[in-house]
């Protein structure tokens, strides 16, 4: 599973956001998410599981699911290479506006 096609859905960002700090055992998301079906939550965290956005260890009959960080690591360094493209692209848009001549005024080309 794509770590972006995880992340699309909103229910999934929010799951991520209860693990920051702490695991948390599998019923903690049937708490924080009541109005969602408990097949519903198993598959949302499977497919975390799948993305390697969550590892799971088994405490008995409980799963406590951790958040692992390195995916998000990578997504944020793609984000911050992208970010320095657009800023330099978006630069450059700018400094060829601002060389042309405004609307309604005259053009030197002929």
Known sequence: MDVFTALADPTRRRMLELLVGSAKPAGAFAEAFPDVRQPTLSHH???????????????????????????LREIGDWLARNRLYWRNELDALENHLDTMPEAGEPSNER
């Open 45 to 71: 965290l499977k497919v975390l599981r799948q993305a390697g956005l969550v590892q799971v260890e088994a405490d008995a009959q409980r799963r406590i699911y951790s958040l692992r960080t390195e995916p």
